[in-house]
């Protein structure tokens, strides 16, 4: 469990990183670093149906080692991730054009139906308006 909680540290750890990029950075790194958009959709994919932030924890060893913490603080970092991802315009200097923002989207895989249908499944329970923001911005 010890290298459970490291691995899920680094995690947020390398969200955090990215969240703070500046708007060209951030972008670059989508387009250019080959294991982000494969880690979002591995945590969508592979993220425990059962674990919901504020649920009872079903070990002991869990809460010892602050697992359950963290996969709830990992659990933030990627909706504040996919929020930046569906956020193409910053403020009125950076932003990416709709139809250039359309075609980086679709090229690079950023997403796709069952990586929104998984990201609802997640986020949509405790995070209802938001979730439905970024979908509704990603289906305009």
Avoid at 113 to 124: E, G, M, Q, T, V
Wanted: net charge negative; glycine share 2%; hydrophobic share 45%.
């Amino acid at each position: 469990l010890v290298d459970c909680a490291q691995i899920l540290q680094i995690m947020i750890e390398d969200i955090d990183t990215l969240l703070s990029m500046e708007f060209h950075v951030f972008w670059s790194n989508i387009v250019h670093n080959p294991t982000i958009i494969p880690f979002l959709d591995s945590f969508l994919l592979n993220f425990r149906r059962e674990f919901r932030p504020g649920a009872p924890s079903n070990s002991q060893n869990e809460s010892m080692y602050g697992i359950r913490d963290l996969k709830a603080a990992l659990v933030a970092r990627v909706f504040a991730f996919v929020h930046r991802l569906a956020t193409p315009r910053e403020s009125d200097s950076l932003f990416i054009a709709p139809d250039a923002y359309g075609k980086l989207l679709y090229n690079h895989f950023v997403f796709d139906i069952p990586k929104l249908l998984d990201f609802c499944f997640i986020y949509s329970q405790t995070n209802p308006s938001a979730s439905s923001r970024i979908i509704s911005t990603l289906d305009a």
